[in-house]
């Protein structure tokens, strides 16, 4: 089937190319490490400066308010919904989730979902992009690894085929422009909070440290959380549920990721709306699918179902062991 999806040409105007192509030159990899160490330099100022000048009420709501509104973006949309199909959605909800998960600033649409779900078909083994496993099980090869699942294989030049691991969404003309224009959601992103905070307060030192919270501190805090899906929940944390990996919930990042750290679950039911299924498992992203249910903008909700959800828990030795 796969075979029948029209090829990309080398032209950048092809109609059936996204961003990129299946290799990434130096001037991209530059991009990208400035995208990286700049918000990240300013992630490691934030606490000397919140402590010395202090940090205003306008822009911790705008640095909250961006966060979970990119978060939820990648999390519902790139994520659960764009990966995996957890649910449909109607068109408006379809474009409304591409756009919230591009102003996350991870990347374009369908390049980021490539990469998942070449992730989820070889999980933890050889062909994942990013296992922290990927060089041995010694501590210094973890190190090695965690370092690599993090960060460093954004690096790789090679890149997974959208063309092989997102054909979907590469036929859909409204998504592809979507994933093409990732630079420009990219400036969208971090020019409305100093946009609000300059209005706000009408004066540039209020655009400037609006700025500074709601675009710099707030990307980089949202890439090291999602980044620590990959490294942190497939290294350590409690695994409840049967996988094929070693994917593990980390309780601790559920809220900042939206439930996306009971990423165990996750592995064993990959198309399960919901990640949190345990009591007291806070899944803000399953809850606000809920909500779009109950407004008829998403349904065929794929909701866990108890008797599958029994069949994957382990006994309780197993799960301590």
């Given at each position: 089937?796969?075979?029948?999806?029209?090829?990309?040409?080398?032209?950048?105007?092809?109609?059936?190319?996204?961003?990129?192509?299946?290799?990434?030159?130096?001037?991209?990899?530059?991009?990208?490490?400035?995208?990286?160490?700049?918000?990240?330099?300013?992630?490691?100022?934030?606490?000397?400066?919140?402590?010395?000048?202090?940090?205003?009420?306008?822009?911790?709501?705008l640095l909250v308010v961006m966060y979970y509104i990119g978060c939820h973006g990648v999390t519902i949309g790139y994520h659960r919904y764009f990966t995996h199909g957890s649910f449909k959605a109607k068109r408006p909800l379809r474009i409304g989730l591409a756009i919230m998960g591009s102003l996350a600033?991870?990347?374009?649409?369908?390049?980021?979902?490539a990469d998942h779900r070449k992730h989820h078909k070889f999980s933890d083994a050889e062909g994942d992009p990013h296992s922290p496993w990927r060089f041995g099980e010694t501590v210094p090869a973890l190190m090695k690894g965690l370092w690599w699942a993090h960060i460093g294989w954004m690096f790789d030049e090679e890149r997974t085929s959208q063309q092989k691991?997102?054909?979907?969404?590469?036929?859909?003309?409204?998504?592809?422009?979507?994933?093409?224009?990732?630079?420009?959601?990219?400036?969208?992103?971090?020019a409305i909070p100093p946009l609000v905070g300059g209005l706000v307060t009408m004066s540039w030192w209020g655009a400037f440290t609006a700025?500074?919270?709601?675009?710099?501190?707030?990307?980089?805090?949202?890439?090291?959380?999602?980044?620590s899906i990959n490294s942190i929940c497939h290294a350590v944390g409690k695994r409840p549920f049967?996988?094929?990996?070693?994917?593990?919930?980390?309780?601790?990042?559920?809220?900042?990721?939206?439930?996306?750290?009971?990423?165990?679950?996750?592995h064993a039911e990959p198309t399960s709306a919901r990640h949190g299924v345990l009591r007291g498992q806070i899944d803000s992203s399953a809850r606000l699918i809920r909500w779009a249910e109950k407004l008829g903008w998403a349904y065929d909700v794929?909701?866990?179902?108890?008797?599958?959800?029994?069949?994957?828990?382990?006994?309780?030795?197993?799960?301590?062991?």
């Open positions: 089937m796969l075979d029948d999806v029209p090829k990309p040409s080398a032209a950048d105007d092809s109609p059936f190319a996204t961003l990129g192509g299946e290799k990434k030159g130096s001037l991209e990899q530059l991009a990208l490490l400035l995208f990286i160490m700049v918000p990240f330099v300013a992630l490691l100022a934030a606490v000397p400066l919140a402590w010395g000048w202090g940090v205003s009420w306008l822009d911790l709501g600033v991870e990347g374009p649409l369908v390049r980021w979902v691991y997102a054909p979907d969404l590469v036929k859909d003309p409204a998504l592809r422009r979507i994933s093409r224009d990732f630079i420009y959601w990219t400036i969208l992103s971090l700025f500074f919270w709601g675009s710099l501190v707030r990307v980089s805090l949202l890439h090291h959380v999602t980044w049967k996988s094929r990996d070693r994917s593990g919930n980390v309780w601790w990042l559920a809220v900042l990721s939206c439930g996306e750290s009971w990423h165990n679950l996750h794929r909701w866990p179902d108890a008797s599958r959800i029994a069949a994957r828990r382990k006994s309780a030795s197993a799960e301590a062991a």
